[in-house]
């Protein structure tokens, strides 16, 4: 499953189902939480039934309610008879918090992909997943919640960019992320008009480290694919470091087009082309 792009769509909207699977998106993430009105939770829990009975090609994955909010029990009863490819969880903090959501599945083999910086008890635990044994989707976290939390004022400096404690929990985020062998997931950009905006934060995200992005609007989803898609120029080259090395495999450090390889390019070179699914 390619993790490119994941598109957020409200569960008590239900006419918006098809097109947001139609948007190019690698999955769908249709949410029971933040984006549905407590008195519409019911509603959306039976949309979400519904869709998951004869879901099309991509893939679902399911926001449910966090584990203290008292809904989740209820979330889960209306998607574990047809799961979902993933169940997301908002508000995680470490393994612990995957560990209550599985035994609350029941048995049910479904991943989970924790939202994991979302107060600030999740901070300290971004080093645990890399013990968790059940299968994690991936790993993403928000710049939202926090702030809420501890009571900040903004996430945000003038120009945009994230203040330090947010910056902190992005990085801790990628880096927990590939401690545990899972894909890092950017979080959202809000602005959605905003296209050389998110073009360039999407870019950034994909320098950094992060293997693709949320996005709360279709028209955001063309923008993240295309930045987390490596360019033909970046391929090549990943398959002339992977073939340097093929023929001279007791080399610790090569040459190649005038500059040195070693084995990390070789390392990075592998994953590139393995995002790109192309053989290495």
Do not use: C
Request: charged residues 20%; hydrophobic residues 45%; proline residues 8%.
């Amino acid at each position: 499953m390619r993790m490119r792009s994941l598109l957020f769509v409200p569960a008590d909207r239900p006419e918006r189902f098809a097109k947001a699977g139609a948007s190019g998106a690698d999955a769908i993430i249709i949410d029971l939480e933040d984006s549905v009105a407590p008195a519409n939770k019911a509603k959306g829990r039976e949309a979400v039934a519904e869709f998951l009975r004869s879901p099309g090609e991509v893939p679902v994955i399911v926001r449910v309610n966090p584990l203290d909010s008292g809904e989740t029990a209820s979330d889960l009863t209306a998607v574990l008879s047809n799961p979902p490819a993933g169940v997301m969880l908002p508000k995680a903090e470490g393994a612990k918090s995957v560990e209550r959501l599985v035994a609350m599945m029941d048995g049910a083999a479904i991943p989970v992909f924790p939202i994991a910086t979302e107060t600030a008890a999740a901070i300290f635990e971004l080093g645990t997943y890399r013990d968790v044994t059940t299968p994690l989707m991936g790993l993403t976290w928000g710049a939202e919640d926090l702030p809420a939390a501890i009571g900040a004022a903004t996430s945000r400096e003038d120009d945009g960019s994230y203040t330090a404690p947010y910056e902190m929990a992005r990085n801790l985020t990628l880096l927990g992320a590939h401690a545990a062998g899972v894909p890092a997931i950017e979080t959202v950009y809000p602005d959605i008009r905003n296209t050389d905006g998110l073009a360039a934060y999407a870019a950034r995200g994909r320098r950094d480290g992060f293997t693709g992005m949320m996005a709360i609007h279709p028209a955001q989803v063309p923008v993240i694919n295309t930045a987390f898609e490596p360019t033909a120029e970046e391929i090549a080259h990943a398959q002339a470091v992977v073939a340097a090395f093929a023929a001279q495999p007791e080399a610790g450090a090569l040459q190649l087009d005038g500059k040195m390889i070693d084995r990390p390019h070789l390392v990075q070179a592998r994953r590139l082309l393995q995002s790109a699914g192309t053989a290495s």
